[in-house]
């Protein structure tokens, strides 16, 4: 187990080292901070001595190793633009991010996994076709058409949802959420459905996909010779056979949806990172980009590591392949 | 038969697999590197125009041998070497595998499967030549010339187990490896290729190197027979000698177990105990935890493979102290 | 886990709309915005936004009143004691939102801070040398030189309170470079009509009434709810679902149906903002090549070109005005009779551009912002399609401002839109010095197309020290007519601003400067 | 043996329109219906020159006083503008049988690129395993730790900063087509890697290497055809994925620019008039761009399961 | 391993533990229907061991799949009956069908690797079938479970309850397999292939087993294999198949000895010897037919030696031929 995790532990630094490296080359190149920075009355030797004093003139491996010395420190720096330490500006927005991306892989597990379950078992019939034909338009529609359409048909008509914003939220310590009031779950209704709609018909594919496999192997054909019942066969036997690769999808599929949450955000004016990080790419925020970047790849890192380690616990197979 | 000149010669070869963790789990666990003998020390001639056979159940190393002979697998130690053939080079070796679902290419058809050997070592010198070598080998399997037109799929497994046939006869080889070549094959077809296969060492002057774990098979094929056991050779000797006085306890354990059809409800008293892991041999002899007439030498010493009667060299304790 | 008591209130976007109309407090004015202030700290980025946002937290020495004009605020009354010295009578019984009283220290404090060496203001107040404590209630001011537009600049420079910059270790503005956050970036403390409730940034900022303002104030609001909405298309359902009552920014094509919503009033009308054209001068193209826009009548043909009366039917949906010249009407300096937008002639064009040995035109860059001006991205492509047809072949490239910016100020852009409002200045001033003098020194920083016209540059360096305002305003007009004739920017129109309201305001006035001030709104 | 074997070899247009897939395929309706629509649109989007009644990518066709027409069968409505006009008086259905043509080629493009880049380095990384497959796959890793979007906008907006005018319009969707192809190759990579690791223990392939062909040709024409239907399967489904990532892009503003529409550029601009009435100027464009990514996805799936030897 | 492993079960001599009668099987595609079994018929009294044999594709395991009732969509039975215990079952629905299987007639496949739910111990499959078809509590069940391990010959059965299918053997395993099949007491066992994936000795093992369990218990067995020896080794009566049909059935002594089919006869002389060698083995040239491709008649009458018009014109009934039935027209009259 340990070997397991110092090997994890190597691979994520050298995952998040190219990141950085790669956030770091792309960032550079994006454009010149300084014109955003100063105001139309400044000078030119104003703008100079800016330039000069953040480092923008100093060769690129120094600048960058600069900055990863500071980020192994958890130092971002502060934002050109905001002026405020970029991890506290990212970690005030995580919350938002977090809780969107939680409630949509809450609903696309929810919904995605019986719809699954039940186009396996009922491949022939009418309703499973039409969940089939459903979901293909699920992953079709892009998730930007979808968020306006959400809008203009739940807030602007009807009225029913709020259209932007995060509603009311409760902190709990330096956590915000807006789970806990009425207008914060109100709010999260709309851009957590266009967030999820994809991720839905995600999750039913591959547990229908999952459950066709396992309804065809030979235990399943046993359990069935033993009398088990079908209730059991699909829910106990099959189903479970079949969680752990929608388990490790979805939680890879996580760091996905963060990334993926930017459209979202743009669209419903959600306070999250994502949202951070387009208006970080348009004003050349390049601090907040590589912070966004370098935490979304660590999420992702994180993530795998723990579905490694979690497969490692649950699956009874590879639990004794260790000893 | 009684030419006395060897085709093929194998003396002490052993091949060793590493099948270790990998190297930082090695490291933390104060783990040894791992190795799997999956041959060890094994020494057999051919003779020209003959059959040997080498019998076991799985995982005795008799595969390894085939390959390691072939050239498939490069020898951990000892040494392999070939007879001259035809023109005084060295004996050409071509395999048959056991699955004729695997071993043609399913998306080439028949004629390039069989063409592949011709063309890849430049046999013929003509396309001409070679298509009419393809359609004459194609015959000589019982296979129609027409056939070169068709893919795999279009053919039973007795036919593709021909066609598997051809292309190894492709490249004029002297010495064919058969690695279980009929263990996949109904009985009937079994016969086919068996009587093909007699044939053709007939007509052809073959030398074969069979592989099985089918006893009856074996008998019918070979001149001589070696049975392994957990990579070693236990018992060499004569068919006829083998099938009627077996010497070694797990000679007579196969001999006695295997199911006779010419001898109905016989019942069989089963011997408990399952061959041992490879990865974890027992000390000793590799049979004793088996072998009912185990004595304590037998759990410290490994017997060596000496002189028994007749023609038969057995490895055993127990037979060498009869002598 | 213990909840805290203290709710972060965001929208109130939970409620439905309907609920949300009988529950409002009348006072609260729930501002969408189309983008959010960068930070709390007025000196931290020369972005006029968020200085205008933070006028309602902090006031200047002097500010504009509703018709535009300089009226006291903090400084009472002031002298020009010799032409580079002007002296300031502070008002008395003045307290800063901690209780703190606001004496002449507190303005030196504000203004060395905001000329700070590091400063990204500095370039708002370029004339200011040093400043000395004659008194509590009295402060002069040293110039570099004779400098007219001293008010106009000091409108913007925002007075904090020196005990609290000292006790916070603020005194410095925030220095990027340095890695550190500063306090007035998360904190405010200033004198004017509100203060600061919560700010959680590109989510919401709340605003309190200032129950001790010095001023009697002109509004009733109690509380400021201040909202960026980025896309307009979200803002607009917002605004139309009532989940926000004052949106200042309203996209022009979404007017019409704004104005039929029953809930909202529309305020419209031409922002200061002249949106032009620059040229490249420089002696090739950026593609290379010979360049053919030092010929006047190839610039006077691309001018002829465009017709702007389309654009302002089609694009800007009747609501840009027209310009004939690079100033708005109201900026000093400003004549009517250079403001005559030139003719739409596409045969006199292409007969000119022929005359100057372009016949069948000639190939170049045209760079817009997608984001910078009011829909930028359809009058760029008008126009580009207006010169296709008189044979040019422009090559439009649009792309976001930080992206478009290093391209046109390094001289990457053959043509490209720039738009000026001489804010804060509020004079023509501000375009001569910055826009149209020659590149040299601290003149010509937007001078993206490298003209030099010696001419202009004499008469913008004589008005920079006349103090003669009639003077000074003559020498300024005479400066544009040489741009006008040259043709050194192709002025295109001052772009419409909207701001959309819902009913429940009595008074809500805007501002040509396109600056919501919340203090002289009621409800 | 020859046993009820025909003398005539089929042909292989006989042999594919005998074959259980192209039964599977006459018995799928929506494959079918998947299949006429996505011709239907292909076709229309290449014949765009021919079809539409104007070139919605030269400046001098747009007629600015036709600027937002409502479609023919609205009151204002005029020929030849069916579909209506958006702002600058482009003609809505030429706009969208362009855009889709640049949608499709893009996706096609990109595709291409991520297939070559993506089966030869999984062949090379399963085939010879050791320190190249491992170089590979952490590139991989690093690749896929930073989600599809952010790679493409990082991609295309750096590039966009260096491209020189002259390449720029040529440029862009280059540029889109390297910064999706820089994803998607890895999920190639793997999957052919995976199989190339089965393929290769396989014992056609060791009765090929027994005569002596040389690695390269094992690769090729051994290994490679027997790993190309998981990623037949997988190209399709990524065609439509790649041309959603581009219409995401183009939305985000860092995709096609708007004087070369592409669909997610005419949903961009046109969202903008979204409340204004001109509703068509977004709407046709959104439902071109959900039937062309339905269409393929539908064929995706039944190729999936066509293809799949476990469901048959 | 003394105690019998039913509790008691009367089981009537009477009552055969398998009838099937004259079933067919199809499978519609897009060629037309397969009859995949024409016309079946097998009957297996208590404590009997009937071993159904054929090469593949001969429908031996379709037919123990027909009577589980677990034919893979689009199989569907087509006509015929099925009695188990004296209780027909194939028009039994699908949730009454599910009451039968494990209760009255239980299963043992080839793998025994693929066999078990990799998820969970082994002792909890075992108690979750006993409880399924009892109302055992826990403990009995558990004690149930462990007697039922012990019956098949695992050692430290305790500590095996504990354990994930992947920690046993192969050996082990399919006794598992066979102990889980056992669990509710059937009337019959449809054993399909239980040995192809072992090694010989290992084999003779689980075949030994099999028949003890069969005379402790009074199960009958259908032993479904491919292998003339185990058939030989451990079946009381064979049924041989062939493209679909049985062509011979009878004692397993008298099939063995005198083939009456000429396809038996062919088999039985393809098989090596143990005993002798000749030069050449007996040889039936080509294969069985694809299922969509069976000839008119006989199916057989192609590879047939002796085969006359009417075996290609009419199917052979199957009439009993001395101790032995088959279907063959050289028995019946001739084939010309």
Same mark, same amino acid.
């Given at each position: ?323 | ?79 392999? =070497? ?88 492709? =490249? ?104 041992? =892991? ?46 | ?121 500095? *370039? ?35 007075? !904090?309170?020196? *005990? ?25 403390? *200033? ?34 709810? !201040? ?18 009552? !004052? ?196 003149? *010509? ?65 805007? !501002? ?12 | ?312 | ?49 009937? /071993?159904?044999?054929?090469?593949? /594709? ?5 037919? /123990? ?53 990799? &998820? ?11 409880? &399924? ?76 087993? &099999? ?17 003339? /020896? ?36 062919? &088999? ?69």
């Amino acid at each position: 187990m340990l070997a397991f995790i110092i090997k994890r532990l190597a691979n994520a630094v050298f995952v998040m080292l190219s990141v950085t490296f790669l956030a770091f080359v792309i960032f550079t190149a994006v454009g010149d901070p300084v014109d955003q920075m100063l105001n139309e009355q400044a000078t030119q030797a104003q703008r100079d001595d800016l330039r000069e004093r953040l480092g923008l003139d100093d060769p690129f491996l120094v600048q960058y190793g600069k900055f990863v010395v500071r980020a192994a420190q958890g130092d971002f720096g502060i934002s050109f633009r905001n002026q405020q330490d970029v991890l506290t500006m990212i970690g005030e927005r995580f919350p938002a991010t977090f809780e969107l991306v939680l409630v949509a892989t809450f609903i696309s597990l929810v919904v995605g996994v019986p719809m699954g379950v039940i186009t396996a078992i009922r491949r022939q019939t009418w309703y499973a076709e039409a969940m089939q034909f459903i979901s293909i338009i699920g992953v079709s529609l892009p998730s930007f058409v979808v968020g306006i359409g959400l809008i203009l048909v739940f807030s602007v008509w009807l009225g029913w949802f709020p259209a932007f914003g995060r509603g009311e939220t409760v902190d709990l310590g330096w956590w915000s959420t807006g789970l806990l009031t009425h207008s914060g779950r109100m709010s999260i209704v709309l851009p957590a459905l266009s967030l999820s709609l994809f991720q839905i018909t995600l999750v039913m594919r591959l547990v229908r996909a999952e459950m066709l496999e396992v309804l065809r192997s030979d235990f399943i054909k046993f359990a069935r010779a033993r009398g088990i019942p079908a209730r059991s066969i699909h829910f106990r036997h099959a189903l479970r056979n079949c969680l752990m690769p929608v388990v490790t999808m979805t939680a890879m599929q996580i760091g996905g949806l963060i990334a993926f949450a930017l459209v979202t955000e743009t669209v419903f004016q959600w306070p999250g990172m994502g949202l951070l990080f387009i208006q970080a790419v348009t004003f050349v925020d390049v601090p907040i980009m590589a912070a966004y970047l370098c935490i979304v790849a660590l999420i992702f890192v994180v993530l795998n590591a723990i579905v490694d380690m979690t497969y490692a616990v649950i699956d009874p197979r590879l639990k004794g392949a260790d000893a | 038969m009684n030419t006395h000149t060897p085709a093929l010669t194998v003396e002490g070869v052993s091949k060793t697999f590493d099948v270790s963790a990998p190297w930082l789990n090695r490291v933390l666990e104060r783990r040894p590197k791992l190795f799997v003998k999956a041959v060890a020390d094994v020494s057999f001639t051919v003779e020209k125009g003959t059959c040997c056979s080498i019998v076991g159940e799985s995982g005795c190393g008799k595969s390894t041998v085939a390959r390691l002979v072939t050239g498939l697998y490069r020898t951990t130690s000892g040494n392999i =070497s070939f007879g001259t053939g035809a023109e005084g080079r060295p004996i050409r070796v071509q395999m048959i595998f056991q699955d004729p679902h695997s071993s043609v290419n399913p998306r080439w058809r028949v004629g390039d499967i069989i063409a592949e050997p011709i063309r890849e070592m430049k046999l013929r010198d003509t396309e001409a030549e070679t298509l009419a070598r393809v359609r004459e080998l194609l015959e000589t399997v019982g296979l129609g010339a027409d056939d070169a037109q068709k893919y795999p799929h279009e053919f039973s497994g007795g036919q593709r187990q021909r066609i598997s046939i051809a292309r190894a006869l492709a =490249s004029e080889p002297e010495l064919l490896v058969c690695d279980e070549p009929t263990s996949a094959l109904d009985v009937s077809v079994q016969a086919q290729i068996l009587n093909l296969m007699r044939r053709l060492q007939d007509e052809l002057g073959l030398t074969y190197l069979f592989i099985s774990h089918d006893l009856s098979v074996v008998r019918h094929m070979s001149d001589q027979i070696a049975v392994m056991y957990l990579g070693r050779i236990v018992e060499q000797a004569p068919v006829e000698q083998l099938f009627t006085d077996p010497q070694h306890p797990y000679s007579q354990l196969l001999l006695k177990t295997i199911p006779d059809v010419k001898n109905p409800k016989r019942r069989v008293e089963a011997q408990a105990g399952e061959p041992p =892991s490879p990865l974890n041999p027992p000390s000793g002899c590799a049979f004793h935890p088996r072998c009912p007439i185990a004595m304590e030498k037998c759990k410290a010493i490994m017997p060596e493979l000496l002189q028994a009667d007749g023609q038969a060299r057995v490895a055993c304790h127990a037979v060498a102290q009869k002598e | 886990m213990r909840i805290s008591t203290k709710m972060k209130s965001v929208a109130l976007a939970g409620l439905s709309a309907a609920l949300l109309a009988t529950t409002a407090q009348a006072e609260t004015v729930r501002w969408g915005a189309p983008r959010d202030i960068v930070s709390l700290d007025p000196y931290s980025y020369g972005d006029s936004y968020t200085i205008n946002f933070l006028n309602h937290i902090y006031e200047g020495l002097v500010r504009y009143n509703r018709d535009l004009e300089i009226e006291p605020a903090l400084a009472t009354e002031w002298e020009i004691v010799s032409p580079t010295t002007w002296r300031f009578t502070l008002r008395k019984d003045v307290k800063f939102h901690d209780g703190a009283d606001f004496t002449a220290e507190d303005v030196l404090a504000s203004l060395e801070r905001v000329s700070d060496e590091t400063s990204p203001l500095k *370039g708002n107040l370029p004339a200011y040398k040093s400043a000395t404590v004659v008194d509590d209630y009295t402060i002069d001011i040293e110039l570099n030189g004779a400098y007219p537009l001293l008010l106009n600049d000091l409108t913007n420079i925002h007075i !904090f309170d020196k *005990g609290w910059l000292v006790a916070n270790n603020a005194e410095k503005p925030t220095d990027v470079s340095a890695g550190v956050e500063g306090f007035a970036t998360f904190n405010t403390n *200033g004198t004017g009509p509100f203060v600061l409730e919560s700010r959680t940034p590109e989510a919401q900022t709340i605003l309190t009434v200032n129950e001790n303002w010095w001023d009697e104030p002109a509004h009733n609001l109690t509380r400021i709810e !201040f909202q960026p909405i980025s896309s307009a298309a979200t803002r607009v359902a917002a605004l139309l679902s009532g989940e926000v009552d !004052f949106v200042d920014s309203a996209p022009v094509q979404d007017l019409g149906r704004l104005e039929q919503a029953e809930n909202l009033t529309l305020l419209e009308r031409t922002d200061l903002r002249t949106v032009m054209l620059g040229f490249n001068r420089r002696d090739e193209l950026v593609a290379g090549g010979e360049n053919p826009m030092n010929d006047l009548r190839v610039r006077q043909a691309m001018q002829m070109a465009v017709d702007m009366d389309l654009i302002q039917d089609k694009v800007m949906r009747g609501k840009s005005r027209n310009a004939g010249t690079l100033v708005a009407p109201s900026i000093p300096g400003y004549s009517e009779e250079l403001d005559t937008p030139a003719a739409y002639d596409p045969e006199k064009a292409k007969e000119l551009l022929a005359e100057a040995g372009y016949p069948d035109g000639f190939e170049f860059d045209f760079v817009c912002t997608n984001e910078s001006y009011v829909n930028e991205e359809q009058f760029c492509q008008a126009i580009a399609s207006m010169w296709s047809r008189v044979g040019l072949t422009p090559k439009l490239d649009i792309g976001p401002t930080a992206k478009q910016t290093p391209k046109r100020a390094n001289g990457k852009a053959d043509v490209y839109t720039i738009g000026w409002a001489t804010l804060p200045m509020l004079d023509t001033y501000s375009i001569l010095v910055q826009m149209l003098h020659s590149k040299e020194g601290n003149s *010509g920083v937007f001078n993206w197309g490298d003209w030099s016209y010696p001419e202009l540059d004499k008469l913008t360096q004589s008005a920079a020290v006349e103090l003669d305002r009639d003077t000074r305003l003559q020498m300024e007009t005479d400066a544009l007519k040489i741009a006008k004739d040259e043709i050194i920017m192709m002025p295109l129109h001052q772009q419409p601003m909207a701001w959309a309201v819902s009913k429940g305001f009595s008074d809500f006035p805007q !501002f040509p400067d396109n600056k919501p001030r919340m203090w002289y709104v009621t409800k | 043996m020859t046993d009820q074997s025909d003398p005539k070899t089929p042909s292989r247009t006989e042999l594919f329109f005998d074959s259980d897939l192209w039964w599977s395929f006459k018995s799928h309706k929506s494959a079918v219906g998947a299949a006429i629509v996505l011709g239907f649109v292909i076709v229309a989007a290449f014949l765009a020159p021919v079809l539409s009644p104007q070139d919605p990518y030269d400046l001098a066709a747009l007629e600015l006083w036709n600027a937002e027409l409502p479609p023919i069968w609205m009151e204002g409505g005029q020929m030849p503008y069916l579909l209506g006009t958006d702002v600058q008086g482009r003609d809505i259905l030429s706009g969208i049988l362009y855009g889709t043509r640049i949608s499709i080629i893009i996706g096609i493009a990109s595709v291409a690129v991520s297939l070559v880049v993506g089966i030869g380095l999984g062949l090379m990384a399963g085939y010879y395993g050791g320190w190249i497959d491992n170089v590979l796959m952490r590139i991989g890793d690093v690749l896929l730790s930073i989600p599809i979007v952010l790679v493409a906008i990082l991609v295309s907006s750096v590039a966009q900063q260096f491209l020189s005018p002259a390449w720029r319009e040529a440029g862009v969707a280059a540029v889109l087509v390297l910064a999706i192809a820089m994803y998607s190759w890895v999920q190639y990579a793997r999957v052919v890697r995976a199989q190339t690791m089965v393929e290769r223990r396989k014992e056609y392939v060791q009765a090929s290497r027994l005569v002596g062909t040389p690695a390269r040709r094992l690769m090729l024409k051994h290994i490679l055809p027997n790993t190309l239907t998981p990623i037949f399967v997988a190209a399709t489904l990524n065609f439509g994925l790649a041309i959603l990532i581009e219409a995401t892009l183009s939305f985000l503003g860092v995709g096609m620019p708007p004087n070369q529409p592409s669909l997610g550029t005419l949903i961009r601009v046109g969202n903008q008039y979204l409340f204004s009435g001109s509703w068509w100027i977004v709407l046709f464009p959104s439902i071109q761009l959900c039937i062309l990514v339905v269409a393929v996805n539908m064929l995706g799936d039944w190729l999936r399961d066509a293809l799949n030897p476990k469901l048959r | 391993m003394t105690q019998p492993i039913l509790a008691s079960k009367d089981h009537e001599v009477a009552i055969p533990a398998l009838e099937v009668s004259g079933l067919s099987v199809e499978f519609p595609s897009r060629r037309g229907t397969l009859l995949a079994i024409d016309h079946v018929s097998m009957r297996i009294a208590p404590g009997e061991i009937l /071993g159904v044999v054929g090469e593949s /594709g001969a429908g031996k395991s379709i037919t /123990g799949l027909a009577v589980l009732g677990l034919l893979e969509h689009p199989g569907r039975i087509s006509g015929g009956e099925i009695h188990v215990g004296g209780r027909r079952v194939d028009t039994l629905s699908e949730a009454e069908l599910t009451k039968v299987r494990g209760r009255e007639m239980g299963a043992i496949f080839q793998d025994p690797l693929t066999a078990l739910n990799p &998820l969970f111990t082994v002792g909890k499959q075992l108690v979750e079938t006993i409880r &399924l078809h009892s109302d055992m509590t826990k403990q009995a069940a558990n004690a149930r479970a462990l007697e039922l391990l012990q019956s098949v010959g695992i050692p430290a059965p305790e500590e095996r309850l504990r354990q994930y299918p992947h920690q046993f053997s192969g050996g082990m395993r399919q006794r598992v397999v066979i102990a889980l099949a056992l669990a509710a007491g059937p009337r019959l066992i449809i054993a399909d292939e239980p040995t192809t994936a072992l090694d010989v000795s290992i084999q003779a093992q689980i075949t030994a087993l &099999l028949r003890r369990l069969c005379d402790e218990t009074g199960v009958g067995i259908m032993l479904v294999t491919h292998d003339m /020896g185990v058939i030989a080794e451990t079946a009381d009566r064979v049924c041989v198949m062939y493209s679909g049909r049985v062509v011979e059935s009878g004692p397993v002594e008298d099939v063995i000895h005198n083939p009456q089919h000429p396809y038996t006869k062919g &088999l039985m002389a393809a098989i090596p010897s143990l005993h002798d060698r000749v030069e050449t083995l007996a040889q039936i040239d080509g294969s069985m037919p694809r299922l969509n491709a069976r000839p008119p008649g006989c199916a057989f009458h192609p590879r047939c030696p002796h085969a006359g018009p009417k075996c290609s014109a009419a199917t052979p009934p199957l009439v009993s031929v001395g101790t032995t039935s088959a279907a063959c027209w050289l028995q019946q009259g001739g084939c010309q």
